[in-house]
């Protein structure tokens, strides 16, 4: 079941009739990896897709496999030819620091094998929401819509 | 998962050698707009005189999946024959009024938008099938988008091999370095499909990436 935290964001100039400032809501899901590691890779991908479509930012932690990423492509795809004013999704996966020596490198896939990649975050949104996902080695920027 | 492993290894195995004297598969892929047709275009004149695909502007100009069958090229004295594909740009977001703002009518704007979904989904679904990939990326963007990880992460996970290609270097913003430092895994070449440049580097790459194949 995931996790849903809120937060407010400001929008900007925008006020009401009274002069006061509005105040958009931005939710914010969080997944736990538990959440999904039982799942089937369909069955992860329609819960993501889920939180979605219910115009919510996802935060999973841990990350899909590349070839379930590129079927949540395929399933987006096909959610923007039937789901009105659905035009797809932001997405970005943030790793820790990669320039580890050999033995961080080791250690790191033992643990991936274990219990997975708990320590990637994947962020995913509604494309109506998250107008472009800048991502640098060492940080993301979600830029909204300002709509 | 173990399952997908065996079925690679005896698909590229029996596809190695039922291929030895044939054509290889090469498929060009990467976000829209980032010059794939350009560059098999650029190719194809080359050596057959001929075009692959329309080139635009406009994003997702490229909807369906394109071949060019025969292509023999040349280097060193060597020839290698490829089947061109020529691949829809993947994206995770299509919004047709994204269109409208090159001046294309409501109407149209909504079937390019149908159309370049159901390219992206096509796009996919033909990856698996590809000798070797050159993964073409527009040297004046961010490499850091997470379609183009996607797109390697998945071809590395085939075990098919990856020419990365960091195209528009004619730009005065493009930035091939911060291509390399995104994948420093890979041989990044820089070029320029529209005029030419640095494509002798290009077939040189090619042909190395095909030994691989």
Redesign the interface.
């Known amino acids: 079941m995931a996790k849903k935290k809120k937060s407010g964001k400001k929008s900007g100039n925008n006020k009401n009739k009274k002069g006061k400032k509005k105040f958009k809501k931005l939710s914010l899901s969080f997944v736990p990896y538990s959440d999904i590691a039982k799942l089937k890779s369909s069955e992860r991908i329609k819960k993501l897709l889920d939180i979605v479509l219910d115009n919510r930012i996802v935060i999973l932690q841990g990350r899909l ?3 379930e ?2 079927s949540m ?2 399933s ?3 959610l ?2 039937r789901v009105d004013k659905f ?7 943030i790793q820790p620091n990669e320039q580890e020596n050999m033995v961080e490198k080791f250690k790191s896939h033992v643990a991936k094998f274990l219990v997975g990649e708990r320590d990637v975050l994947t962020i995913m949104g509604p ?1 109506s929401i998250v107008k472009e ?5 060492s940080k993301i920027d979600l830029m909204l819509n300002d709509e | 998962m173990v399952v ?1 492993i065996v079925r690679n290894f005896f698909k590229r195995v029996l596809g190695k050698l039922i291929k030895s004297k044939g054509e290889l598969k090469l498929g060009f892929y990467g976000p829209p707009n980032a010059g794939k047709t350009s560059l098999g275009n650029r190719i194809c004149k080359d050596w057959v005189g001929e075009n692959i695909g329309k080139v635009s502007k406009i994003p997702h100009e490229t909807r369906e999946i394109q071949f060019k069958e025969k292509v023999d090229i040349e280097y060193k004295g060597k020839t290698m024959t490829f089947k061109m594909v020529d691949t829809p740009g ?6 047709y009024e994204e269109f409208t703002k090159y001046g294309v009518k409501k109407d149209k704007a909504k079937q390019r ?2 159309e370049a ?2 390219g ?2 096509d796009a ?2 033909w ?1 698996e099938d590809m000798d070797a990939v050159v993964v073409v990326l527009d040297s004046t963007k ?1 490499p ?4 183009n ?3 390697i ?2 071809l ?3 075990n098919i091999p990856v020419l990365v290609v960091g195209n528009k270097v004619d730009l005065k913003s493009a930035d091939l370095k911060k291509i390399e ?1 995104a994948f420093p895994e890979y041989d990044v070449i820089g070029i320029s499909a529209k005029y030419g440049k640095n494509i002798e580097e290009f077939y040189e790459s090619l042909f190395e990436l095909s030994k691989k194949a």
């Open positions: 496999e590349p070839t990423e590129t492509i395929q987006t795809m096909a923007v030819d035009t797809g999704i932001e997405l970005a996966v494309a996902v800048k991502r640098d080695p | 997908r993947i994206a995770t977001r299509v919004d938008a149908k979904t159901q992206v989904v996919i679904k990856l961010n850091y988008s997470q379609v990880i996607t797109i992460g998945n590395v996970a085939r430092s």
